[in-house]
């Protein structure tokens, strides 16, 4: 089974037709330790199926250290130590918004010209996209702690404009020299917003602190001529709707067991791509083959339009519990039903 084009997948998202089949994208997840931690035996077997959409990531800060050359190039701003044996959301990087900390912290803000933000690559004729996670809320709370956030937009909000605007005058540049240094079709961030009932904060919430910035660089990747693709787990049907009146382009992954994905199919189906995740915590670790199967025409017949707006993928990353039986079952009920509800030739 042949790779889909550039052009292919770009008609997809941009609701221009379907193609052959849905485009696929399950290799993105799917990583060493679902082969009992062998790289070459998962490289091998994934080159046994297609992948339509290739991806890099681009070299962000890291929280703690920072490349020889460039110091500044991290979140910290000074000297800190990880605490390895707590969660990331409960360490806290900035304890006072009003100490000194806080001010290290802006005056040393990384550049979004470092030399190595950008990797160099070979061309490719598949669709590409440019990743890098943790965009506005899960930067905030990786700075802060996930308490201190939570009253941030409610104790420091002139802070958190702050903080949220210099993060898009960063992502802003970033994403002009992406397409400046290599080939770029779309950008995918994560920013994890949702419980597994409901979103983290409100929608007024939403639309004072993040939607004007969302919103930014999603003009930016339109000008830019490329796509905006945003991972964000949990229940966030409340935020759909200010989303794709802003431009996103694909959502990932409409989780399974925190929306109806019949409700959200039929109010947005036709709005935008849907790169729907296939259950991760469930299904392919202690279904069986045929229940594989079962959800795969679940989801193509809960999300087929003959307009496109439908990727596969899975919900999120690879544990050592799956099967590969239902990995290769996965792989061929996407592409025998996929071929059947296209009608299509190849």
């Given at each position: 089974m042949?790779?889909l084009?550039?052009?292919e997948?770009k008609q ?10 849905p485009p ?7 990583h060493?330790n679902a082969?009992q931690g062998k790289e070459?035996?998962?490289k ?12 890099f990531?681009?070299?962000?800060p890291n929280?703690f250290?920072?490349?020889?050359e460039?110091?500044n ?10 605490n390895?044996?707590?969660g ?11 100490g000194e900390a806080?001010?290290?912290?802006f005056e040393?803000?990384?550049?979004p010209?470092?030399?190595g933000?950008?990797?160099q690559?070979?061309?490719t004729d598949?669709?590409v996209?440019a990743r890098f996670?943790?965009?506005?809320f ?10 201190n956030?939570l009253t ?7 802070k958190?404009h702050?903080l ?6 960063f ?5 002009e ?5 290599t080939h ?9 917003l ?8 409100s929608?007024e919430?939403?639309?004072e ?8 660089l999603?003009?930016k990747?339109?000008e ?6 945003l991972?964000?787990?949990?229940n ?7 989303f794709?009146e802003?431009g996103?382009?694909v959502?990932h ?6 929306m ?6 039929q109010k ?10 296939f ?7 202690f279904g ?14 809960t999300y ?7 990727i596969m993928?899975m919900g999120?990353n690879s ?11 996965l ?14 030739e190849?």
């Amino acid at each position: 089974m042949r790779c889909l084009t550039r052009d292919e997948v770009k008609q997809v998202i941009e609701g221009r037709g379907c193609a052959v089949r849905p485009p696929i994208a399950f290799d993105h997840w799917i990583h060493s330790n679902a082969f009992q931690g062998k790289e070459e035996q998962k490289k091998k077997w994934l080159a046994g199926y297609p992948s339509d959409i290739e991806y890099f990531e681009l070299n962000m800060p890291n929280l703690f250290t920072a490349p020889e050359e460039e110091p500044n190039y991290r979140w910290t701003g000074v000297d800190m130590e990880e605490n390895t044996s707590a969660g990331l959301d409960s360490q806290v990087l900035i304890d006072d918004w009003e100490g000194e900390a806080a001010e290290i912290f802006f005056e040393t803000f990384p550049s979004p010209e470092y030399p190595g933000l950008v990797p160099q690559r070979e061309s490719t004729d598949k669709y590409v996209l440019a990743r890098f996670w943790f965009c506005y809320f899960e930067r905030l709370w990786m700075l802060r702690g996930m308490e201190n956030a939570l009253t941030d937009f409610y104790l420091y909000p002139e802070k958190v404009h702050r903080l949220f605007q210099r993060l898009t005058d960063f992502y802003l540049r970033m994403m002009e020299r992406a397409c400046e240094e290599t080939h770029v079709d779309g950008f995918f961030v994560s920013d994890d917003l949702g419980t597994q009932k409901s979103t983290f904060f409100s929608p007024e919430i939403f639309r004072e602190f993040f939607k004007p910035y969302y919103k930014k660089l999603f003009d930016k990747a339109h000008e830019l001529g490329t796509h905006f693709w945003l991972h964000t787990c949990g229940n966030i049907q409340s935020f759909l709707p200010d989303f794709i009146e802003i431009g996103l382009d694909v959502i990932h992954p409409i989780q399974k067991y925190t929306m109806d994905e019949r409700e959200i199919a039929q109010k947005y189906g036709n709005q935008i791509c849907i790169f729907a995740g296939f259950d991760v915590q469930n299904t392919l670790p202690f279904g069986t083959e045929e229940e594989v199967r079962a959800e795969v025409r679940f989801m193509l017949d809960t999300y087929w339009r003959d307009s496109g707006r439908l990727i596969m993928t899975m919900g999120n990353n690879s544990t050592p519990d799956w099967k590969l039986e239902n990995l290769e079952a996965l792989y061929d009920e996407t592409i025998r039903y996929g071929l059947a509800k296209s009608g299509k030739e190849d």
